[in-house]
Every structure is written in structure tokens, then in C-alpha cells.
């Protein structure tokens, strides 16, 4: 029999409907749910320790609180705003379920997030990420390469340089990646089938180079990853494989993806989503329209993605700094 206190059973018991909420009626991503499982899981251990109140007794001085004390931990105005949309989503699904009589999140307002440019790849940065990427694909499929690998090591690069060409060439978000199947991948029609979030579905076009190496890896890697699994794996039908065979998980390819990045001579840190913004920014400076560019990426709303103009400009402006006599 459990020993913990009644309430914090009630607390857990709140966090894991919750958590269900989000992922089977809302459709989040495991990102997201992950994330706003936290805050809530933050907001209630306040209201219990701080506020010595319980969720059903929560009002919005006490939702003010908590913010107050995660800005006093250091957390910044972006950390406060998505702590805040997560309360708001928290206090609407409690009221909406009947376990508060009102929403009492509706009146909470974050720090406004300072407007931060994204960070991206020049684009001869991207094309020496890609090259080098393409490079290690060929010595893989080589007879003799320059550094004897483990068929499992061929079969890793095969998987890598596909990754890295299909993040940039598609614009897709990690979470998008990772839950791919083979099925999603249309060779003849050079597209790629996703689900995004809100589990909204659209159709990405594809650049030949990644479809190339998709193929590579479908063909000559993902059947030796297969091989190599202990103890022998079913991954069902995901493209991307981990080294013991399962589906990939969205870990391994940020790591992954700094990792090739420091190996191209990129100093800085690089995400999947440094690709995703880099291939939007691209598209913008190379005369893309916004509808398209929107589209592409799968945003919601068009403000979204008005960022990359901004970012195209800023980079524009640096480069008259840098270049013009009289700047």
C-alpha cells in the first residue's frame, strides 16, 4: 500500500489525464507532451509547497506566483511565455473537464518574448555540411575506403547523410523525421508525407540528392543495421534506425547532427531545427513567396512565418556593414 500523501497521489493521478489529454485527443507531439508535463507537474508541486493550497483551490493570484518564483530561478521571458501557454492549456482542460469551475488561466499573461532572429547555415555552410556528408556516403560505398569500417559503421554514415539531406532539403521538424515509415517517402512523385503538429498532415517535396540518399540507405544500410541488431529487433515499418535497430529517436539525431556539424568545421552549435530554418531562409532569399514557404514548413499562420523575411534582411544588413565603403 502507498505510503505518500492522498494529495499527491490526487496530483499524479490530474498529470497522467492530463498528459493523455494532450497526446490522444489533442494530438501533441511526445516533444510537447513531454514539456507541458513538466510545467504542470512545476505549477502543482508550487501550489502544494508555496502556496499550501491544492489545484482544485488554484485562482490566477497563484498562477502569478508560480511564474514570479520561475522567473526568480533565472528562466528568461521565452521560458516564462511557454510555461504560461502551458498553465493556460493546463487550466482550460481542468475547467473544460469539470474539475474547476472556471478556467482561471484565461487572465495569465507572460513577460512578451523578445522577437530572436533564428540561427542559420550560409549557405556555403550548408553545402559543406552536405558535401562532407556525401563524401563519407561514397568512401562507405567504396571497395577500399580510407578507413576501414565495420559494415554496421557504412551503414551508420548511409543513415546520417540521408538524415542531414532530407532536414535541409525538406524543412522537417525532428519529430516529423523520426516518426516517418518507409511508406511516407514517394520516390517517384519526389515527395515525403508528414504529420506535424496538431497531427495535421501535408506533402513536402523532396530534392534529388536526398532522395538519393534516402535510397542508399534503404537499400544498403537499414538491412545491415537490421543484421547487426542483438537481440534481433522489429521496427515495423520506420525509415531511420537506431544502431540496435529500433526506430530513431529525436536524441540521437541532434546529436548526430552537432556532431557532423563540428566535423564540417561549423564552430557554433547546430540543431535540427538550424536546418529547418536555414532551408526556409534559403527559399526566401532565393525569391520563394511567403504562401509557399508557409506551406513548406507547415505553419499555422502566415506571422510565423514572416521571420525569415526579417532574417533575410538582417543578413542583408551585415553584409553592407561588412562590404559598403559608406555603411
Do not use: N
Amino acid at each position: 500500500m502507498s505510503t505518500r500523501p492522498e494529495h499527491e497521489r490526487d496530483d499524479e493521478t490530474v498529470i497522467e489525464a492530463f498528459a493523455a489529454h494532450l497526446q490522444l485527443e489533442r494530438g501533441r507531439s511526445e516533444h510537447t507532451v513531454r514539456a507541458y508535463r513538466r510545467e504542470a507537474c512545476s505549477l502543482l508541486a508550487h501550489l502544494r509547497d508555496v502556496e499550501r493550497i491544492t489545484w482544485q483551490e488554484l485562482d490566477v493570484a497563484a498562477l502569478r506566483s508560480w511564474l514570479s518564483a520561475r522567473a526568480e530561478t533565472g528562466a528568461g521571458p521565452s521560458t516564462l511565455a511557454r510555461s504560461a501557454a502551458a498553465a493556460r492549456t493546463f487550466t482550460t482542460w481542468l475547467a473544460s473537464t469539470g474539475r474547476i469551475p472556471h478556467d482561471v488561466g484565461s487572465r495569465l499573461r507572460a513577460p512578451r518574448r523578445g522577437r530572436h532572429l533564428p540561427t542559420v547555415l550560409t549557405g556555403d555552410q550548408a553545402e559543406t555540411l552536405l558535401e562532407r556528408t556525401e563524401a563519407a556516403d561514397a568512401a562507405a560505398d567504396a571497395e577500399e575506403p580510407q578507413r576501414s569500417l565495420s559494415p554496421l559503421e557504412r551503414a551508420i554514415q548511409l543513415r546520417d547523410a540521408a538524415i542531414l539531406e532530407l532536414l535541409y532539403s525538406s524543412g522537417l521538424r525532428v519529430s516529423e523525421l523520426v516518426a516517418l515509415d518507409r511508406s511516407g517517402i514517394d520516390h517517384a512523385e519526389r515527395t515525403v508525407r508528414v504529420r506535424g503538429k496538431g497531427d495535421k498532415e501535408r506533402i513536402v517535396p523532396v530534392g534529388i540528392p536526398a532522395l538519393q540518399a534516402v535510397q542508399r540507405w534503404e537499400t544498403d544500410g537499414r538491412p545491415i543495421v537490421l543484421e547487426h541488431a542483438a537481440p534481433p529487433t522489429s521496427p515495423g515499418h520506420a525509415l531511420f534506425l537506431g544502431a540496435r535497430g529500433g526506430r530513431l529517436g529525436d536524441r540521437a539525431v541532434r546529436t548526430l547532427v552537432d556532431r557532423h556539424a563540428a566535423a564540417a568545421g561549423i564552430s557554433r552549435h547546430i540543431s535540427p531545427h538550424t536546418l529547418r530554418h536555414s532551408a526556409a531562409t534559403h527559399l526566401v532569399e532565393g525569391g520563394a513567396d511567403l504562401r509557399s514557404v508557409q506551406d513548406f514548413l507547415g505553419h499555422s499562420s502566415l506571422a510565423t512565418t514572416q521571420i525569415y523575411t526579417h532574417v533575410s534582411a538582417e543578413r542583408l544588413r551585415r553584409t553592407v556593414d561588412q562590404a559598403h565603403p559608406r555603411a
